[in-house]
């Protein structure tokens, strides 16, 4: 094998042992995502406190999917969750509070709170999941 050859595969070797690495740098830590679900199907987000001072809960991974919760435009005492994979190409969405939207940083789509489109490309809304308040702790329900 000339030292030409044998250095090309070296320089394969070692990028193909790094993507692992690559990888798992670009993922996000998700504090909630050993929270345990409850008989009834529900799982805690966080508290109540948490979405008034933050206006949007996220988390990656509820039930295997990425969740987004904020309180109901229509009733401040409700709150509404939404799948935030875009039904378009599976980018995860994200909250505009400028424009009150969910905007899809891969194409563009946007998404009312409530997940209904508002702008394609998706051809559909984001999916609407229960979502409710006990004491002091917000719940979701995939």
Known sequence: MKRRDFMSWIGVGVLASSLPIAIAACRTTDTTADAPTRDDGFTEIGSVDDLDSQAVLTRDD?????????????????????????????????????????????????????????????????????????????????
């Open 62 to 142: 509820v039930q295997g999917i990425p969740v987004a919760v904020m309180r109901d435009p229509a009733s401040s005492e409700g709150v509404l969750a939404v799948n935030t994979l875009c039904p378009h190409r599976s980018c995860v969405v994200e909250w505009d509070s400028e424009d009150s939207l969910f905007s899809c940083p891969c194409h563009d789509s946007k998404f009312q709170a409530n997940g209904d489109l508002v702008d394609g490309p998706a051809s559909g809304g984001l999916e609407q999941l229960d979502a409710t308040i006990e004491e002091d702790t917000v719940l979701v329900r995939v």
